[in-house]
């Protein structure tokens, strides 16, 4: 995950993993897809995988 988290600007510790997001927002899967879609969470895409920022809410 650091590896390319380091193309990005923002600091690597910013950014969250699917899981970590999931267990630190105690939400499932679709939950996290759905939330996504309507633009609550930033978030990009590196491969196949999802990267999140934590809400300020949750910081």
Same mark, same amino acid.
Do not use: C
């Given at each position: 995950? /650091?590896? %390319?988290?380091? #193309?990005?600007?923002?600091?690597?510790?910013?950014? @969250?993993?699917? /899981?970590? =997001?999931?267990? =630190? #927002?105690? =939400? /499932? +899967? +679709?939950? #996290?897809m759905?939330?996504?879609?309507? +633009?609550? @969470?930033? &978030?990009?895409?590196? +491969?196949?995988? %999802? &990267? %999140? #920022? @934590?809400?300020?809410?949750?910081?």
């Amino acid at each position: 995950m /650091t590896r %390319y988290m380091k #193309l990005d600007k923002q600091e690597p510790s910013n950014w @969250l993993s699917s /899981t970590e =997001i999931k267990k =630190i #927002l105690r =939400i /499932t +899967g +679709g939950e #996290l897809m759905h939330r996504r879609v309507k +633009g609550e @969470l930033k &978030f990009k895409k590196v +491969g196949n995988a %999802y &990267f %999140y #920022l @934590l809400p300020k809410s949750h910081a």
